[in-house]
């Protein structure tokens, strides 16, 4: 059974940082790409970043490129998302998921995912 499972997520003050984790089991995920959504209240779900196995494609929103990172452990089946320059706009439920093909994970739903971590940024 394919379990994903976040943390990291909590309150913190606008221009501050969190780093959100989410570790994987049930499947060898190595080959598989990587993301993270996420979703405010009453908007739809978003796409925030994905990075596929080797980390040779990785893609940001434009809303948080060049103050997000997104990075992976193979080793450890675990993909981190480093979330730095907080703002009030990036409140939401953050989710992880995985897919094997990178662009289904990008563009369309992916196959796997988390229960989600709430991140909340005061202004």
């Known amino acids: 059974q394919v379990q994903l499972v976040e943390s990291g997520g909590g309150l913190v003050q606008a221009g501050g940082s969190l780093r959100l984790s989410c570790a994987a089991s049930?499947?060898?995920?190595?080959?598989?790409?990587m993301g993270w959504f996420r979703q405010a209240p009453g908007k739809e779900r978003e796409f925030v970043a994905a990075?596929?196995?080797?980390?040779?494609?990785?893609y940001y929103a434009d809303s948080v490129k060049g103050r997000f990172t997104i990075s992976r452990d193979n080793a450890k089946n675990t993909v981190y998302l480093q979330m730095n320059s907080l703002k009030s706009e990036d409140t939401a439920v953050y989710y992880c998921?995985?897919?094997?093909?990178?662009?289904?994970?990008?563009?369309?739903?992916?196959?796997?995912w988390g229960q989600g971590t709430q991140v909340t940024v005061s202004s």
């Open positions: 990075r596929n196995w080797s980390g040779g494609n990785t």
């Open positions: 049930g499947h060898a995920f190595s080959s598989y790409a």
């Open positions: 998921a995985v897919d094997h093909d990178f662009w289904v994970l990008r563009f369309g739903v992916p196959a796997y």
